[in-house]
């Protein structure tokens, strides 16, 4: 059984910044790609960044030069680094991995609980 946690949120005020690391544990052959998402209410889940297992990486307009994602491959876990914080920012992340979990597996998505970030004053 694979488990992704989330931790690192919080009440931040504007223009703070916050890490947020996700680590995955259990029966894991290999992790490709991970990714940071998040929900507002009332708002669609939108993709903030993504990075494979290379280092490769994509950023969502919106956090561009002030959100940067990376990762740590032996300790199976990818962090976001959030700096400039805006109220906009605040919402549920949630991390998501694609992991075999034997190596005759095909990759599956998995997701964490989410982690809460509150940006105010």
């Known amino acids: 059984q694979v488990q992704l946690v989330e931790s690192g949120g919080g009440l931040v005020q504007p223009g703070g910044s916050l890490r947020l690391s996700c680590a995955a544990s259990?029966?894991?052959?290999?992790?490709?790609?991970m990714g940071w998402y998040r929900q507002a209410p009332e708002k669609q889940r939108e993709l903030v960044a993504t990075i494979t297992r290379g280092g490769s990486t994509t950023h969502a307009d919106s956090v561009k030069g002030r959100f940067t994602i990376f990762r740590d491959n032996a300790k199976n876990t990818v962090y976001l680094q959030m700096n400039s914080l805006k109220p906009d920012d605040t919402a549920v992340y949630l991390c998501n991995a694609d992991i075999r979990v034997r190596m005759t597996s095909p990759s599956v998505g998995f997701w964490g609980q989410g982690t809460q970030v509150t940006v105010s004053s």
């Open positions: 259990g029966s894991i052959f290999r992790i490709n790609d």
